[in-house]
């Protein structure tokens, strides 16, 4: 049960990325590779976690009283913002590979020959 | 390869790096047993020496603000990236299309939801040193808020409120801003992004020196780059329902 949380986030990476091995098409991709990194939102938050403690917010609530870790907090938000900006890229990739290549299938895309 | 190949070959991968995944979280300390020391010291320290109630905020701005400036960055070149790839090849804006909704109640629920949205956006990036958020959080919510307007409106309507060269103004101030604020502290012979501004008092929106100022150049960022984005993909749209012009 103590380790279930640190489980979970393992269990969500593999199945990210068995969804990226399996894809048939790229929108899908991006999404399998989404939820990967979701996965270490997961594993961040719950290394941080302290036993009954509470937000690392101050704000009518006494100095020193039990909060969870605000670094691995502050980490997890840099994390999500670089999973956006992946994605981001990506599915703008993905709309060329449209245009070029007319399908959204990755195994049907030929080798790049330069 | 062919698929089943491929798929055979990661089962293999998977039930080994799953075996090494569970054998690693065996040397983890407990769920909830946490010892980190920095996160300890910070809880203690930063609403008494940055005058700052939400520590997180503190981490984000002040302690690890260096690394935040690379994260707007990251955010700025990804969105450069996404106009870049997108534009090039779409040689003139298409004319915009007809395609209002017509729903007088998804209308109006619409537009009044996208005020409120508005108002929520900034009030989370206005509290956000002192309550939960922060220009991050706050300047996505901004974005949503002008979705908005384009899903219970029109397209026509959400490019007439976000016109390009205002929302890359933003994006660029934003960013630049960040950066300005620190050489600002260099300037004064601080180090780079020193917190240069008097603290006030933990609680009040006046608190954390340049804490607000840097909170709200990311919440600028953050929404023109949302808004920049949702343009350009909404311009491949566009492009594609136009029946005149089919890219070819």
Same mark, same amino acid.
């Given at each position: 049960?103590?380790?279930?949380?640190?489980?979970?986030?393992?269990?969500?990476?593999?199945?990210?990325?068995?969804?990226?091995? +399996?894809? +048939?098409?790229?929108?899908?991709?991006?999404?399998?590779?989404?939820?990967?990194?979701?996965?270490?939102?997961?594993?961040?938050?719950?290394?941080?976690?302290?036993?009954?403690?509470?937000?690392?917010?101050?704000?009518?609530?006494?100095?020193?009283?039990?909060?969870?870790?605000?670094?691995?907090?502050?980490?997890?938000?840099?994390?999500?913002?670089?999973?956006?900006?992946?994605?981001?890229?990506?599915?703008?990739?993905?709309?060329?590979?449209?245009?070029?290549?007319?399908?959204?299938?990755?195994?049907?895309? +030929?080798?790049? +020959?330069? | 390869?062919?698929?089943?190949?491929?798929?055979?070959? &990661? !089962?293999?991968?998977?039930?080994?790096?799953?075996? *090494?995944?569970?054998?690693?979280?065996?040397?983890?300390?407990?769920?909830?047993?946490?010892?980190?020391?920095?996160?300890?010291?910070?809880?203690?320290?930063? @609403?008494?020496?940055?005058?700052?109630?939400?520590?997180?905020?503190?981490?984000?701005?002040?302690?690890?603000?260096?690394?935040?400036?690379?994260?707007? $960055?990251?955010?700025?070149?990804? =969105?450069?990236?996404?106009?870049? #790839?997108?534009?090039?090849?779409?040689?003139?804006?298409?004319?915009? %299309?007809?395609? %209002?909704?017509?729903?007088?109640? #998804?209308?109006?629920?619409?537009?009044? &939801?996208?005020?409120?949205?508005?108002? *929520?956006?900034?009030?989370?990036?206005?509290?956000?040193?002192?309550? @939960?958020?922060? !220009? &991050?959080? !706050?300047?996505?919510?901004?974005?949503?808020?002008? $979705?908005?307007?384009?899903?219970?409106?029109?397209?026509?309507?959400?490019?007439?409120?976000? @016109?390009? %060269?205002?929302?890359? #103004?933003?994006?660029?101030?934003?960013?630049?801003?960040?950066?300005?604020?620190? *050489?600002?502290? $260099? $300037?004064? !012979?601080?180090?780079?992004?020193?917190?240069?501004?008097?603290?006030?008092?933990?609680?009040?929106?006046?608190?954390?020196?340049?804490?607000? *100022?840097?909170?709200?150049?990311?919440?600028?960022?953050?929404?023109?780059?949302? =808004?920049?984005?949702?343009?350009?993909? #909404?311009?491949?749209?566009?492009?594609?329902?136009? @029946?005149?012009?089919? %890219?070819?």
């Amino acid at each position: 049960m103590s380790y279930l949380p640190f489980v979970l986030a393992a269990w969500i990476f593999l199945v990210g990325i068995f969804g990226i091995v +399996r894809s +048939r098409h790229f929108i899908h991709l991006v999404v399998s590779l989404s939820l990967t990194q979701s996965s270490t939102y997961v594993l961040l938050l719950s290394i941080g976690y302290v036993k009954h403690g509470g937000a690392p917010i101050f704000k009518d609530v006494p100095l020193g009283t039990k909060a969870v870790d605000p670094v691995v907090q502050a980490l997890t938000l840099t994390d999500i913002v670089v999973s956006v900006t992946v994605a981001a890229l990506l599915l703008a990739v993905a709309i060329e590979a449209k245009k070029h290549a007319k399908t959204m299938n990755p195994d049907e895309l +030929r080798p790049v +020959r330069g | 390869m062919s698929r089943r190949a491929r798929l055979a070959l &990661f !089962g293999i991968a998977a039930c080994g790096l799953a075996a *090494l995944l569970l054998w690693s979280i065996t040397g983890l300390p407990k769920f909830g047993d946490y010892h980190g020391a920095y996160g300890k010291i910070l809880d203690k320290a930063a @609403p008494r020496e940055r005058q700052t109630s939400n520590v997180v905020a503190a981490v984000v701005f002040d302690y690890r603000g260096f690394d935040t400036m690379g994260e707007e $960055l990251i955010l700025f070149a990804a =969105v450069m990236g996404v106009a870049m #790839l997108l534009r090039e090849p779409r040689e003139e804006e298409a004319p915009v %299309p007809e395609d %209002p909704v017509r729903s007088d109640a #998804l209308r109006a629920f619409g537009v009044s &939801f996208a005020g409120a949205t508005l108002v *929520l956006g900034l009030w989370i990036v206005a509290h956000g040193y002192v309550t @939960p958020g922060g !220009g &991050f959080q !706050g300047g996505v919510i901004l974005a949503a808020a002008f $979705l908005l307007v384009w899903l219970a409106g029109s397209y026509r309507s959400y490019r007439r409120l976000t @016109p390009v %060269p205002i929302v890359e #103004l933003g994006e660029g101030t934003g960013a630049g801003g960040y950066v300005v604020i620190g *050489l600002c502290a $260099l $300037l004064i !012979g601080d180090a780079f992004l020193q917190n240069l501004l008097p603290y006030g008092v933990a609680g009040k929106l006046s608190s954390g020196g340049s804490i607000p *100022l840097l909170n709200w150049a990311s919440g600028l960022e953050v929404t023109a780059a949302f =808004v920049l984005l949702f343009n350009e993909f #909404l311009s491949e749209r566009a492009v594609l329902i136009d @029946p005149t012009r089919r %890219p070819s």
